[in-house]
């Protein structure tokens, strides 16, 4: 099961803001880990769109966002557009006594209305 | 351009076994560690396994353990996935993915494959 939480989905107008939380623990984003964020357009493979909590990798619009406080994170997207309609997750690294595993989120859908 | 390809993807029965490949080009596979990332149908993400530049350290999620076996072979710059044991919620797609691993992410991810495993 997955430990980091996200809302199932979020909605928006062409050209709003909106945002995507991911909420994990002490064991994963409060240990200091960092956040990264995946896109998946429909039917598609995942694509890296924020690495190390605030890094867009080349070619990924700097309408999209990422920060990290603690034990939370938040994808943010400014001027929503129709291309954007996608699954988003947060990815981290999740570290116990038990076992050390990459984690992801629950999956957020964003619609364009 | 960097470009992952699996297969292998398949329908099997509970109980039974298959391999998945990945071959990479437009990077030096040898300078990565390389992880494989499932897709049961309608879900989330899964991090299956993830396995060193030399082969020489594996990781595996707790219900993989035990029944499937991440390897590579750098001369053929193909990464492998050997599942046992399959079970039903094995179902999913399988994406390789190229690993970062010293920030724990993935950055490069290939198309995925499907493994179905029913009777």
């Known amino acids: 099961h997955s430990v980091l939480t996200q809302p199932p989905s979020v909605s928006g107008a062409p050209g709003q803001r909106v945002t995507i939380s991911c909420t994990g623990s002490?064991?994963?984003?409060?240990?200091?880990?960092?956040v990264h964020w995946y896109q998946q357009l429909p039917g598609t493979a995942p694509k890296l769109l924020i690495y190390?909590?605030?890094n867009r990798p080349s070619g990924v619009p700097d309408r999209f966002s990422g920060s990290k406080s603690g034990t939370s994170a938040s994808l943010a997207i400014t001027g929503l557009q129709a291309e954007d309609e996608a699954d988003y997750y947060c990815q981290s690294y999740d570290n116990t006594l038990s076992a050390s595993t990459y984690v992801f989120g629950t999956g957020t859908k964003v619609t364009v209305l | 351009e960097v470009q992952l390809v699996e297969s292998g993807g398949t329908v099997v029965q509970p109980g039974g076994s298959l391999r998945l490949s990945c071959t990479a080009s437009?990077?030096?596979?040898?300078?990565?560690?390389m992880s494989w990332v499932r897709q049961a149908p309608g879900k989330g993400l899964e991090w299956v396994a993830n396995?060193?530049?030399?082969?020489?350290?594996?990781y595996y999620v707790e219900s993989v353990k035990g029944r499937f076996t991440i390897s590579r072979d750098n001369a053929k710059n193909s990464l492998y996935l050997h599942m046992n044991s399959l079970r039903a919620e094995d179902t999913a797609v399988y994406f390789c993915?190229?690993?970062?691993?010293?920030?724990?992410?993935?950055?490069?991810w290939g198309q995925g494959t499907l493994v179905a495993v029913s009777s």
């Open positions: 993915a190229r690993d970062k691993a010293w920030a724990y992410y993935l950055d490069y």
């Open positions: 437009g990077f030096i596979f040898s300078n990565y560690w």
């Open positions: 190390g909590n605030n």
């Open positions: 002490n064991s994963n984003l409060g240990a200091g880990y960092d």
């Open positions: 396995i060193k530049q030399d082969g020489s350290e594996k």
